[in-house]
């Protein structure tokens, strides 16, 4: 039998190294079987599709749960800057109904010259802030040899857009208990979203949630294009939450709110927005953050 004669689903990964949880083709039987639809794979469906597991994943985190009928949402800054800013948000993000706080410490900057974050120092603020705020945090690990440290004090690991296909930090975050927020990366269609995730799962950690967050087109007008239509498609294709970032996929705080209310009525399971007391002296994506009075304002279209 070929090793080629595989299923033709969309999430086979392509000529990615075998994993634990996809055995290679079986060996060449004794007696050749005639060739029926019944025996023609007996290849073990992916992880992440429906076909292994039918029913919506739901993450518990405290008394949150992340992809049942709740629309969620976490807000928070770009990156965590002082003490000050990120408990002042924190308040305000739970005050207006914010689920979860988000913010920076490890930042992956363009420019190597750009702020990079205030690193352990940012995690020990934002841990206390989520604390006094009473709410779960979330923050992006960069690094393999963080992922375990970061994870004792954050709720959920953001995996950014750039290290999405990061193979060596996906497989150590699915040796972790904590959820992942897997973000789609800017050239990454969704199969390769799906090996991504594939990686997390086949590593034991089953807590992922997908995160489209705008891919890069020939459009210049908005930072990115945000595949809205990814909502559905995911849907079919995997029993995984999905999780959209309308603030990193069009850079501008006007265009959000819009794109909340349209994530929304797509069929997310959530939002991750940035959120910043003075979006303007921000040290990072300055354009994009809401301030508390426009996130007052989506929070109460979205949820009134
Ligand atoms: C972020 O969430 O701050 C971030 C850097 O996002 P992305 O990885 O999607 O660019
Ligand atoms: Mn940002």
């Known amino acids: 039998m070929q090793p080629t004669e595989l299923p033709t689903e969309a999430l086979q990964p392509q000529a990615e190294p075998k994993i634990a949880a996809q055995p290679a083709a079986e060996s060449k039987p004794a007696q050749a079987p005639a060739k029926t639809s019944a025996n023609k794979s007996t290849k073990k469906p992916p992880l992440v599709s429906r076909e292994h597991k039918a029913q919506d994943t739901r993450i518990q985190i405290g008394q949150l749960e992340i992809g049942g009928d709740q629309f969620i949402t976490m807000a928070g800054p770009c990156s965590v800057e002082s003490c000050e800013q990120i408990h002042e948000t924190a308040l305000i993000v739970k005050e207006f109904g914010g689920h979860m706080l988000r ?3 490890f930042k992956p900057r363009t420019n190597p010259y750009s702020f990079q974050g205030l690193g352990y120092q940012g995690l020990d603020y934002m841990q206390q802030a989520g604390q006094s705020a009473r709410l779960p945090i979330i923050t992006e690990v960069m690094d393999r040899e963080d992922v375990h440290k970061v ?11 750039r290290n999405m ?14 959820p992942i927020l897997l973000k789609r990366g800017l050239m990454s269609s969704l199969d390769e979203l799906l090996g991504a995730a ?26 990115n294009t945000l595949d809205l239509s990814a909502v559905p498609l995911l849907k079919q294709m995997t029993h995984l939450p999905i999780i959209i970032d309308p603030s990193h996929a069009v850079g501008k705080r006007d265009l959000v709110l819009p794109m909340a209310k349209a994530a929304k009525a797509v069929g997310a399971h959530g939002i991750i927005v940035e959120v ?7 040290l990072s994506d300055a354009e994009q953050q809401l301030n508390f009075e426009q996130y007052q304002q989506m929070m109460g279209e979205l949820y009134r």
Request: proline share 3%; charged share 25%.
């Open 103 to 105: 913010g920076g410490c």
């Open 151 to 161: 994870a004792l004090q954050a709720d959920v690991l953001q995996i950014g857009a």
């Open 165 to 178: 296909q990061n193979f060596a930090l996906l497989k150590e975050v699915g040796k972790t208990t904590r």
């Open 198 to 223: 594939e990686y997390i799962l086949a590593h034991g950690n089953q807590q992922v949630m997908l995160c489209e967050r705008g891919i890069r087109t020939f459009e210049t007008a908005t930072r």
């Open 276 to 282: 910043h007391p003075d979006p303007d002296k921000a």
